[in-house]
């Protein structure tokens, strides 16, 4: 049955990987609904967090495809409660609704808060689930919204420290023999050097 | 294309600066030669242009060292690469420069990556200026390449040039093996700096061979002395790991039958005991529709190709599945293994060889041997021996098997003769079997014959093509001669694309679209090249040629006009469960 799941896949630093692991997705005819990346606490290290709607078996397939690449270090599929997760949306609305008294109360409700203030408009933030989110959209609407901008996923995996102890042993081991020469830092580490 | 004067000047005579002592201030076209040389390479197969002409430059210093061998097609240079791979056993290397050369290797990447076969392709690349500006012959290689190599990269600056080469070699001959992409740019080309090599057997995030869990070849053990009705299916990851032996052992101590697929064919002789044929939709009789009737299906090396599964949902359903294999992305993808053994095929059948008891299982080894009496009945004795009506592919292909002996190395190209000749051919040797199996490639196997036989030039190489394949590749006669590989061609003419017109005959009403072809005079296109040869048409000649073919030195061409509307039986329809299996 199709829904929504979290992908998480670990990659070393190199340009291309991103490709490299939607075209997987882009093979069987999977959408990606959202794509986060960002350097994890392991310099180096790379975490994309990707939200698909298909189906378990499809993506554990999909997953093994993915660790099968060379720059990869792991990829987990994972179910909604498995995951800590937000996401983020700024809203660019009207100045002039702010003289409706009932936004304010709107962004009180909401856990929202106001970002920024010009004279012609002013910019909320919102953390929250994806639904979340399009609700409050809703319910700016008649309030002049100019603009809506949604994030993708962030993630924190519950079970994922035995897995982070891996990655930050990882992390003591010297990236590859391109790494110093591709990013063009003459001088290797003492440490690296050891190793 | 030709910009000899844009070249860096060349450099000095390489013996000069050979005895100068490491780190060498070379440029990065030499450092190229000299990675590859580090690595034991000793041929390779490619064709210059624009962007890598330094490259070619630099080789010209070390042609004492290293044999290049000018093909007439990129594409040949990699199906050639191939060929050198799967008989040598080292990785295949080629050379090609940007744009249009980079593109004709994608054939042959796909097809090596399907194919699990090591091999490296350095293309050169515009200036690193240049990229992204729709420059005269740039392609976005890196780009196009990557859903169908093990791993690529664009290098633009000498000094990534060694760490880029010894990554290549090692992640395409590692795990499983494929094949790999190292687009280099022109100014990375000609730059200088200072040379030193390292070879790679370390990537932080790969691992190439699995720590294998004792506990599952123990499992995979206890279902095997379990077992009443054992088979195993051996794969190309068999031959790959160089696990023939470990496997005909195992057979052998209990007593189990073995089947092979396509592409793990030559691992077990044809005439051991327990082998007991070819499995597919072509395959033989017997080792289809025993894969439903066994207990314990033993799967080394192989991943369950729809070619060989039929329908998956009525595969092996009674059997409870044992699965050795290098790569956990196919470990249940297709099939659910019960038992697991993620490892190098040599690895895990070594460690189950101490574990599985002997056993006798002669009533199911007879269930084979009755099986095979139905198909040799149906459909071998009159495909090997006719006696009327137009010359038959197997009987040119059992001729070939008898004067060889079996020993030589058959390459076969895509379609009917492909399926007939793994069907006839009696193989005695590993890896003297080179075909293109997951691609399907028609026109793979003319250029692979000329790498299998610069691979083990002592071996015979006989290529079996059809009229259609011959005619995709068919340029590549000119690398035969001028490098003087003595392959023996022989292509099965029955002025069709066979396979294409039986399933047209079978499934689509006869209706015969596009599938018919009016051919060349192959034998005369063979004397352009200066390579002699003989066309067939009656029963009366055939051996009297194949022996002539056989006999001579050097490259020959044999055409044999076969039968015109021949269909290759056994047949599994596409889709359908494989015990609906057809005899005729």
């Known amino acids: ?68 690449l060379i720059e990869i270090h792991r ?118 050097e050891s190793i | 294309m030709q910009q000899k004067d844009v070249l860096p000047m060349k450099p000095e005579p390489a013996e000069k600066r050979a005895a100068t ?16 040389i580090a690595e034991g390479v000793e041929t390779i197969f490619g064709y210059p242009g624009g962007a890598i002409m330094p490259i070619y430059d630099a080789l010209y210093d070390f042609q004492d060292q290293i044999h290049h061998i000018l093909v007439r097609h990129e594409q040949g240079a990699t199906h050639a690469a191939q060929g050198y791979a799967r008989t040598s056993g080292k990785t295949g290397v080629v050379f090609a420069t940007s744009g249009p050369g980079a593109t004709n290797l994608v054939t042959g990447l796909a097809d090596a990556y399907m194919d699990s076969t090591p091999m490296v392709c350095i293309t050169g690349q515009v200036a690193a200026a240049l990229l992204g500006t729709d420059a005269f012959q740039e392609t976005d290689v890196i780009g196009i390449t990557m859903p169908i190599t093990k791993w690529n ?25 494929g094949p790999v992409l190292v687009d280099i740019t022109k100014n990375a080309q000609a730059a200088k700096f200072d040379f030193k090599y390292e070879k790679c057997d370390y990537i932080r995030s790969y691992r190439p061979v699995p720590v294998m869990d004792k506990n599952a070849v123990a499992e995979a053990a206890e279902l095997i002395n379990g077992a009443k009705r054992p088979y195993i299916l051996c794969g190309h990851g068999v031959l790959l790991a160089g696990a023939e032996k470990d496997l005909i052992a195992l057979a052998e101590k209990a007593s189990i039958p073995v089947a092979s697929t396509l592409l793990g064919l030559s691992a077990v002789p044809v005439d051991h005991p327990l082998y007991v044929g070819y499995l ?187 009229d259609g394949c011959f005619q995709m590749t068919l340029q590549e006669l000119g690398t035969i001669y001028q490098s003087e590989i003595g392959v023996k061609i022989v292509i099965l003419n029955n002025n069709f694309l066979g396979m294409v017109r039986q399933w047209q005959q079978l499934f689509f009403d006869k209706r015969y679209s596009s599938t018919e072809m009016v051919n060349p005079d192959f034998v005369q296109i063979a004397k352009g090249f200066f390579i002699p040869g003989r066309k067939v048409t009656d029963r009366a000649d055939i051996a009297a040629a194949v022996d002539e073919m056989i006999s001579h030195k050097g490259a020959y061409l044999l055409e044999v006009v076969v039968e015109k509307e021949d269909n290759v039986f056994p047949m599994v329809p596409a889709g359908a469960p494989i015990s609906h299996i057809r005899l005729e």
């Open chain 1, 75 to 192: 990829a987990f599929v994972h179910e909604e409660d498995e995951v800590v997760y937000q996401e983020l949306a700024l809203y660019k609305i009207s100045t002039k609704a702010l003289q409706n008294g009932n936004i304010e109360q709107l962004i009180r409700e909401n856990n929202a808060r106001i970002l920024t203030l010009t004279d012609e408009y002013f910019v909320l933030e919102k953390t929250g689930h994806q639904q979340e989110l399009i609700d409050l959209q809703a319910k700016l609407a008649p309030y002049g919204l100019i603009e809506y901008s949604k994030s993708g996923r962030v993630a924190i995996v519950k079970w994922s420290r035995r897995f982070h102890d891996h990655l930050k042993e990882l992390s003591a081991l010297r990236p590859d023999n391109l790494k110093e020469a591709q990013y063009g830092n003459a001088e290797v580490s003492a440490e690296e």
């Open chain 2, 153 to 177: 990269i664009q290098v633009t600056r000498p000094e990534d040039i060694p760490g880029a080469i010894a990554k290549a070699f090692y992640i395409a001959g590692s795990g499983r093996p």
């Open chain 1, 1 to 68: 049955m199709q829904k929504e799941y979290t992908v998480t896949v670990y990659t070393e630093d190199r340009i291309g990987i991103t490709n490299r692991i939607t075209v997987i997705f882009t093979r069987r005819g999977i959408n990606i609904t959202s794509l986060t990346t960002a350097e994890t606490e392991i310099p180096g290290v790379y975490k994309f967090i990707i939200t698909v709607l298909s189906e378990k078996t499809k993506l554990e397939k999909i997953v093994g495809q993915i660790e099968r």
């Open chain 2, 280 to 466: 597919g939709m072509h395959g033989n009789y017997a080792p289809n529709i025993k894969t439903n009737e066994c207990d314990v299906l033993i799967a080394v090396g192989m991943r369950f190709d729809d070619r060989i599964t039929g329908d998956v949902s009525q595969y092996a359903s009674q059997a409870k599945v044992v699965h050795i294999e290098i790569d956990a992305a196919e470990i249940n993808k297709i099939i659910k293994a019960d038992v697991a053994v993620h490892a190098d095929a040599k690895t895990a059948l070594e460690a189950l060889l101490g574990l599985v008891k002997p056993a006798k299982h002669d009533e199911w080894i007879q269930g084979f041997r009755e099986a095979d009496k139905q198909e040799e009945e149906k459909v071998t004795r009159k495909e090997l021996y006719p006696t009327e009506g137009g010359l038959k592919m197997a009987e040119v292909v059992r001729l070939i098997s008898e004067r060889t002996e079996g020993k030589a190395v058959l390459v076969t190209d895509v379609g009917q003769h492909q399926m007939i000749a793994s069907r006839y051919y009696r193989f005695k040797d590993p890896n003297t079997n080179i075909t293109s199996g997951g691609m399907g490639t028609m026109g793979f196997a003319l250029p692979a014959s000329m790498g299998a036989k610069v691979g083990t030039p002592e071996k015979e190489v006989v290529a079996v093509i059809g």
């Open chain 2, 21 to 36: 002592t490491a780190p060498l201030n070379i440029t990065g076209s030499e450092a190229v030669i000299r990675s590859l």
